[in-house]
């Protein structure tokens, strides 16, 4: 099992409207791949010097053929749909290996 990390700084004055398309469209959008089994959000609760809200999103993947494939088949577009928030928003994202769940 593997985890696809989405860690995304968001501006104050968008962070309302960021936080409902998340949770309504573009979450639901990332699972509708079928690449994911499921997605668990996350508030970072350190604050940052640069400011704003940090939040991560971790999508699970069943394995690395899933998160490949997806990068193949969904990365742009799921990428093109955050243009909506560009110059309010900065991401990066990790893979995840899961070695133990107990």
Do not use: C, R
């Not at 999103?57 to 243009?83: G, N, R």
């Amino acid at each position: 099992m593997v985890i696809y990390n989405v860690t995304t700084n968001v501006q104050e004055e968008v962070h309302d409207e960021w936080l409902k398309w998340m949770k309504a469209e573009y979450i639901p959008a990332m699972l509708d791949t079928g690449k994911f089994t499921n997605a668990l959000m996350t508030k970072v609760l350190s604050k940052e010097p640069m400011g704003g809200i940090t939040y991560s999103v971790q999508y699970t993947a069943e394995s690395m053929a899933y998160l490949k494939t997806f990068y193949v088949e969904d990365h742009a577009a799921m990428i093109a749909k955050t243009s909506v928030f560009k110059g309010k928003i900065v991401e990066f994202s990790t893979e995840l290996q899961v070695m133990d769940q107990q």
